[in-house]
């Protein structure tokens, strides 16, 4: 735990605006010079129903939510159920307080709006404020804001309280709502931040909080991005001007931010009936010259599973993302999970060929979202990009000099008409789209409209000019072919190298992730090599094809490997031990699938109690510690 | 040369180069309605001036699948039911390209069902001919979507209990701006109708009665036929949506009491095609998108320089 930090939780209800509210709080924070993580928790539900984002600021660079909070701004639920005991929602009016209470760190600061938040409704509340050392702010928000015209601006007064408890200074949350703010609204928006901070400053010890505002600096421009953002930014830079989608949570945020963006590239979106047409249109764009992607989340992907195996088989290039959340069916639409890992690797039938991504962070998010295109394009094969919820939507602030890259939008091994001239053609001027002997696999290929290329694409096995065929010879030499592409692929990932690491490379443990839960383990590594425990860790992206003599390499060099991930039944230790083919016995599960993810200090623990002391009993954390073979 | 030149390549086209030597003669059964789609195709696209290579043939699967296999032309078998998303993404990525589709009636109105209404619906500047055999062929004679009701099968041993899918009434209501029914055993209407549907700028939905003579022999060889343009009993506006489908409600009625009736059903031709409606509203741009991956001069936007500033 960095002591230096602000963790700040906004809550509310759904449609409350905590979302915008704690964004742009967060780029404020970022302004000052710090580094910003964001955490959402929301429920499937557009009105009322408990939600909150978390901030964590800190002059040292965050990349995770941390252990629990120190500052608590309690919001009304304006679209609460009236109270009613037997009712599975309890009683939404308070639950923005009490809902938050168990997370909340010793000396930490509440500040909710009397005007909406009975205290007295909770449940030993004042008891749990002196044991815990709680300084607690009640402010009639809702009051202040209807006495200044509009009760919305209720969250704009809680900000001015935090300002003002926290010693933050008002110029960045100013120059922020005039960036964001219509004339109309932004001046009462600004009166009432102005009021709310001065009458806290006036009328309370402000001095007397633990918690504050710490100080940093930037060296070069920030920007406040999610997963999402950069997933979409990379389709762009890698010249992607198609897709084609059907709206699912989380997947819809890529989808709209693309959607949004192309028609100012001269690009096209299609929103279409159903996710099997939305792969397909992806599939039919890229065939006809234009890269293109479709992406959904796990039942939408599901339906995905037909044409994602007809690009296979046509070596039609096409990226696809998959959005993971909590399975399996329906599960929880908005909680994230990694449990889709075994479904986007071996969905479709047949002898699948496919390249599966898994970013672990923002950056990583860019990059191998370029990256997917690039292997896609260069090797005619789908590329996954598979995230899930937790990297979708939590923002963190990355130096705009990262993205200052070239754009590329290459369709690799695509001829020319003029290089179709000296290609091999049957006698009747059939292309030989499929030929059997080629580079790394990769049999060039035409674009429909080019004198010359005409060739037959189809999703039964085919000779080279794409013309069906079921001779064994053929079969053997095209699925041979297709099969070494993964090879070359993964000659290729080695150069680029994916992966994640940290800790010190001689020590004595190891820890295994994969995608989003990455910058949590290796916060962990951090806390438990300064604990004086030996661990490094290793945050895999490349799922398929799977870079096993790395992984083999890592396992090899320690004497035991705890394996991180966000599902209940180990589907990444499965890949890991399918892959390497033995050490079963030095590999154990950490595991956590209630719908939150992971905190530093449950990895910590986790690992402590898994590892250093060998019993599993990590008590106090819903995690759950599967021993390794023969424990 | 320019990067699609076989678009717009005006020249004399033989009929034969649509001919693959690899498989010359179609391996439908003896009798098939199948040739006279193929006929049709080969005899419609000299006519209307679309040579092999601008030319893309997207199918489904089964029996009319097999389309692909003897129309040399570009072409993308895709898989059962899809043959319309693989299509029209094809038409929206280049709409220089002349795109058509094909499949069964299994495949067209049963599991691509929700395809061919949407389709439909966007108004895609195609031709979709559906081989309309009622029964399911290559999986040897199991009752389709548009088997008359009480149709005996393996699968249906009592005889089927549904009414059978109207499909002309279905594409019109779906938004389809032309939509004709004809006959294999009328390759001469076949022809004409083939033509117009190319032709046409929006969807036009050909139901193309194709009998089989290998899993439907009890059903009707579709003649006698009437085309309903021409014959004197029928009197109907086919620019008229309201007499379209009182003409279509008929026709499909009469086909379960033996009557075949055929022709161009509805035609609209002032609905702008769904490439044009993007347009107006700025989401296509005017040239196609795959020509710009072949300009070496296009300036490729960064989301540096566009879209970033905003995160700051």
Redesign the interface.
């Known amino acids: 735990m960095t002591d230096d930090e602000l963790i700040w939780r906004i809550s509310g209800g759904s449609g409350d605006g905590i979302a915008s509210t704690s964004q742009n709080f967060a780029k404020a924070l970022m ?1 000052s010079g710090l580094n910003v993580f964001t955490h959402r928790h929301y429920p499937s539900r557009i009105r009322g129903g408990h939600t909150y984002t978390e901030v964590r600021a800190s002059a040292d660079p965050v990349e995770s939510r941390g252990d629990g909070y120190n500052f608590l701004l309690a919001l009304g639920d304006s679209f609460a159920r009236n109270p009613q005991e037997e009712a599975v929602y309890g009683n939404e009016e308070i639950k923005p307080l009490s809902e938050n209470l168990d997370e909340l760190r010793e000396g930490g600061v509440i500040v909710y709006d009397e005007g909406l938040l009975d205290a007295s409704d909770i449940p030993d509340f004042d008891e749990r404020v002196e044991e815990n050392d709680w300084h607690v702010y009640p402010l009639d928000l809702r009051g202040l804001a209807r006495d200044m015209g509009r009760e919305v601006m209720r969250n704009t007064a809680g900000v001015g309280a935090t300002c003002a408890l926290t010693g933050m200074e008002l110029d960045h949350v100013e120059d922020l709502m005039r960036d964001a703010m219509p004339e109309k609204i932004l001046e009462p928006n600004i009166e009432i931040l102005e009021t709310a901070y001065d009458q806290v400053s006036e009328e309370h010890d402000v001095d007397a909080s633990d918690v504050s505002v710490p100080a940093g600096e930037h060296g070069e ?5 999610s997963g999402s ?1 950069a997933i ?2 990379g389709a ?2 890698e ?1 992607c ?2 897709i ?1 989608g059907y709206p699912m949570t989380p997947w819809t945020e890529v989808f709209t931010i693309m959607t949004q ?10 929103q ?3 996710e ?3 792969a ?6 890229s ?6 992607m479709s992406g959904s989340s796990g039942g939408g992907f599901a339906l995905m599973s ?2 994602l ?2 690009a296979e088989m ?1 070596e039609t290039p096409v990226v696809l993302v998959e959005a993971m959340r909590a399975g399996p069916s329906t599960g929880m639409p908005t909680k994230p999970e990694q449990s889709d890992l075994e479904h986007v690797l071996y969905t479709s039938q047949g002898d699948s060929q496919r390249v599966v991504l898994a970013p672990g962070t923002v950056e990583e998010a860019y990059e191998q979202s370029r990256l997917a295109f690039r292997l896609a394009y260069e090797y005619q094969i789908p590329s996954i990009l598979l995230y899930d919820q937790k990297l979708g939507g939590e923002m963190t602030n990355v130096p ?1 000099s990262h ?5 590329n ?1 290459a ?1 690799g091994k695509t001829l ?3 290089a179709l001239v000296d290609e091999p053609h ?3 001027g ?1 292309f030989h789209r499929f030929q059997h002997d080629v580079d790394d696999g990769v049999s060039p290929r035409s ?14 096995e085919h000779d080279p ?4 065929s079921e001779s064994p010879d053929n079969r053997v030499a095209q699925i041979d072919r297709r099969t070494q592409k993964l090879e070359a692929i993964r000659d290729d990932l080695d150069t680029v190298d994916t992966g994640s690491y940290a800790g010190p490379g001689d020590a004595e443990y190891g820890i295994l992730t994969f995608g989003s839960q990455q910058g949590t383990v290796e916060e962990a590594v951090g806390r438990l090599n300064d604990a004086g425990v030996s661990v490094k860790s290793y945050g895999v992206s490349d799922m398929a094809p799977f870079p096993t003599e790395q992984v083999e390499a890592f396992v090899e060099s320690v004497d035991e490997v705890l394996v991180v991930e966000m599902t209940a039944s180990g589907q990444f230790r499965g890949l890991v031990q399918k892959n390497l083919g033995r050490y079963g016995e030095k590999l154990s599960s950490l595991l956590k699938y209630n719908g939150n993810p992971f905190e530093p200090a449950e990895v910590v623990d986790g690992f402590e109690a898994a590892i250093v002391e060998g019993d599993g009993d990590a008590s106090g954390h819903q995690t759950t510690f599967v021993p390794a073979a023969g424990d | ?7 717009g ?1 005006e020249r004399e086209i033989d009929r034969d180069e649509y001919t ?4 010359p003669q179609p391996t439908w059964c003896p009798g098939c309605g199948d040739f006279s789609v193929l006929k049709a195709l080969k005899q419609a696209l000299p006519e209307v001036g679309r040579t ?3 030319t ?1 043939l ?1 199918t489904g ?1 089964g029996c009319s699948g097999k389309l ?2 003897y129309l ?8 059962h039911g ?1 043959s ?11 709409p ?2 002349e795109v058509i589709a094909a499949g069964g009636d299994g495949d067209g109105y049963g599991i691509g069902g ?2 061919f ?2 389709t439909a619906r966007e108004n895609h500047d195609m031709t979709y001919i559906v081989f309309n055999n009622e029964i399911f062929g290559l999986t040897k004679g199991q009752t389709s979507p548009t088997s008359p009701k009480g149709h005996k099968s393996k699968t249906q041993p009592s005889g089927s209990a549904k009414e059978p899918i109207k499909p002309l009434s279905m594409s019109l209501n779906a938004g389809a701006s032309y939509v004709a029914r004809t006959a294999a055993v009328n390759p001469n209407q076949a022809k004409e109708i083939i033509t117009e549907a190319i032709e046409h700028d929006g969807f036009a939905h050909v139901d193309f009665l194709t009998q089989c003579p290998t899993w439907n022999k009890d059903a009707r060889q579709y003649v006698p036929y009437i085309d309903v343009n021409e014959s004197d009993d029928y009197e109907f506006d086919k620019t008229d949506r309201v007499e379209a489908a009182e003409m279509m409600r008929e026709t499909e009625e009469s086909l379960y009491e033996g009557e075949v009736l055929t022709g161009r059903f509805y035609v609209d031709e002032d609905r702008p095609s769904y490439g044009e409606e ?1 347009q107006a509203i ?4 005017d040239e196609p ?2 020509e ?3 300009d070496d001069d ?1 300036e ?5 320089d ?3 500033d905003k ?2």
């Open positions: 302004r421009t920030q920007l406040l991005m953002d979409a930014y762009i830079d010249g001007r198609f084609a963006n192309l028609p100012k590239l001269g690009g096209i979106s299609e279409v009936e159903d099997i047409a939305a397909a249109l992806a599939v039919g764009a065939h006809a010259g234009v890269k293109a037909e044409p195996g007809l046509t705009k993205f200052d890259r070239e754009p939008p369709l020319s008409e003029d049957s006698g009747d059939k674009i429909p409209g080019q004198k010359g290329g005409r060739f037959l694409a189809t999703g039964n000019t794409g013309h069906i | 040369m320019s990067t699609f030149s076989a678009i390549d693959p030597s690899v498989e092999p290579e601008e893309l997207c699967i692909n296999s040399d032309t570009y072409g993308f078998h895709t898989i899809r319309l998303p693989v299509a029209r993404a094809a038409k929206l990525a280049n220089d390209l929700n395809h209404v949407h993007k700025g989401e296509m741009p998108l795959a710009r991956y072949w296009y490729w936007e960064r989301s540096h566009m879209f970033l995160h700051a």
